[in-house]
């Protein structure tokens, strides 16, 4: 089983730019579809983008949409998340995480998961 570790999370202003990345071993990184969920306090946890091995099948939550831009470089077993234009309420905890077979948007069709992130945005 894959296993992900997440980096790149901190304190950013509104409006500005910040980046995540993944890395994962102990896998065939390029078998795998990566994904990105939050979970804010009190809330559930929600997807916010995936991407297929191949990087070809790149699939968005509505919320982040034009802001965010998922990535993956299959040679260096990374997968990134590339969110601009942010805003108050992107404020969570982020989380990686990785299956088997095409990409899907529920946290129940994910059996890998790194450790989360934070991201706070201030206003």
């Known amino acids: 089983q894959v296993q992900l570790v997440v980096s790149g999370g901190g304190l950013v202003q509104a409006g500005g730019p910040l980046r995540l990345s993944c890395a994962a071993s102990?896998?065939?990184?390029?078998?795998?579809?990566l994904g990105w969920f939050r979970q804010a306090p009190g809330k559930e946890r929600e997807f916010v983008a995936d991407i297929s091995w191949s990087g070809i099948m790149i699939y968005y939550a509505d919320s982040v949409k034009g802001r965010f831009t998922i990535s993956r470089d299959n040679a260096k077993n990374t997968v990134y998340l590339q969110m601009n234009s942010l805003k108050p309420e992107d404020t969570s905890v982020y989380y990686c995480?990785?299956?088997?077979?095409?990409?899907?948007?529920?946290?129940?069709?994910?059996?890998?998961w790194g450790q989360g992130t934070q991201v706070t945005v201030s206003s």
């Open positions: 995480a990785a299956r088997i077979g095409v990409p899907k948007t529920r946290t129940t069709d994910f059996g890998s």
């Open positions: 102990g896998g065939t990184f390029s078998s795998y579809a």
